[in-house]
């Protein structure tokens, strides 16, 4: 049986070329139009991509004039909950670059939306394509960690003359929180494979204090799972330091420690004996988890769906414990 091949567009040409890349090299899918504001950008991607392919400035005439399966959604992220409103009004599937909307009542109506006619929405969640973090996925399925307790990430951004001068600086309601840390978030959430039940944060705005961007620059997140566990996450976009994904894993068998470019292990069998693993040797595909998207939307794998519109319910709620300071409860969505 011949695979169905999807008609998809992109809006956004910024990281937006990932996904311009994947559709065009991909077997199931036809880039048939791009989409981006600014004109310097269309004429440059213009001379760069098949001639078929069409060009818009404006979004909306792109999804009322084309014919499409899916629509990737790359733009800044004020901009994706309208943007996604629109198309799911027309019954097209979506991709959309973290996060999917930044206040919970757009949620809501975007899941109301979704539900109804089943429409599938992913997000591109980069971190899930690193082989060495699928490699401590399968050792936890393999039970090498024993009951796991405790797990800590930090999201280190490592370009802060970006949030002061680029787009972070110039939209409303920019969160480190939803812009960042919803990767490790997702990342632990998927290793822990256990409901969070409620959430903590706190955060401050020191590095960043005179500068363009009104937003806290660093934020600590709280993790409470269903059975007990802690996860401690970190929003660090203040650090002096290059971009990385610190990560700290202890079970009943086994502790783990990522950091840089190393990972250090110890067993509860000998303490004494580290386990040294060089991460260079391991692939990073930030164009697997685009490629997996595609992969679901053929097989109209709602039940990721619902996932993605969990981990943003979790990653909302610490956002809204971040302006309460108080614990937030996780409101959960199901088919």
């Not at 027309?90 to 109804?116: G, R």
Request: proline share 1%; net charge positive.
């Amino acid at each position: 049986m011949k695979s169905k091949i999807l008609n998809c567009a992109v809006i956004g040409l910024g990281v937006g070329m990932r996904h311009v890349n994947v559709f065009i090299e991909s077997k199931n899918t036809n880039l048939i139009a791009i989409c981006d504001i600014k004109t310097l950008k269309r004429k440059k991607i213009k001379n760069e991509l098949p001639k078929n392919i069409k060009i818009y400035k404006n979004f909306k005439k792109l999804v009322d004039n084309e014919n499409l399966d899916i629509i990737s959604i790359a733009t800044y992220d004020d901009l994706h909950f309208e943007q996604l409103i629109y198309c799911l009004k027309k019954n097209i599937n979506i991709i959309v670059e973290k996060p999917m909307c930044l206040k919970f009542n757009q949620l809501n109506k975007l899941f109301k939306l979704s539900f109804k006619n089943k429409i599938l929405i992913f997000s591109n969640l980069t971190l899930r394509g690193n082989d060495y973090f699928k490699k401590i996925k399968q050792d936890i399925l393999k039970n090498k960690y024993g009951d796991i307790y405790y797990l800590s990430g930090d999201y280190i951004y490592g370009r802060i003359n970006k949030i002061i001068y680029g787009w972070r600086s110039k939209i409303k309601n920019y969160s480190i929180i939803l812009g960042g840390a919803i990767h490790i978030i997702d990342l632990i959430n998927w290793f822990k494979d256990k409901k969070v039940i409620s959430v903590f944060s706190i955060g401050n705005k020191s590095t960043t204090k005179n500068t363009n961007f009104k937003y806290k620059d660093f934020s600590l997140i709280i993790l409470k799972f269903e059975d007990g566990s802690i996860a401690k996450i970190t929003a660090n976009f203040a650090a002096n330091l290059p971009h990385r994904h610190l990560i700290e894993l202890h079970g009943k068998k086994k502790s783990l420690f990522l950091d840089y470019n190393k990972s250090y292990s110890f067993s509860k069998a000998n303490l004494n004996k580290i386990e040294l693993i060089d991460l260079k040797k391991f692939k990073y595909d930030k164009e697997f988890i685009l490629k997996n998207n595609i992969k679901n939307i053929l097989s109209k794998n709602y039940n990721e769906t619902i996932n993605q519109f969990n981990l943003m319910s979790i990653s909302l709620s610490a956002e809204k414990s971040l302006k309460s300071g108080k614990w937030e409860r996780v409101k959960y969505y199901s088919a």
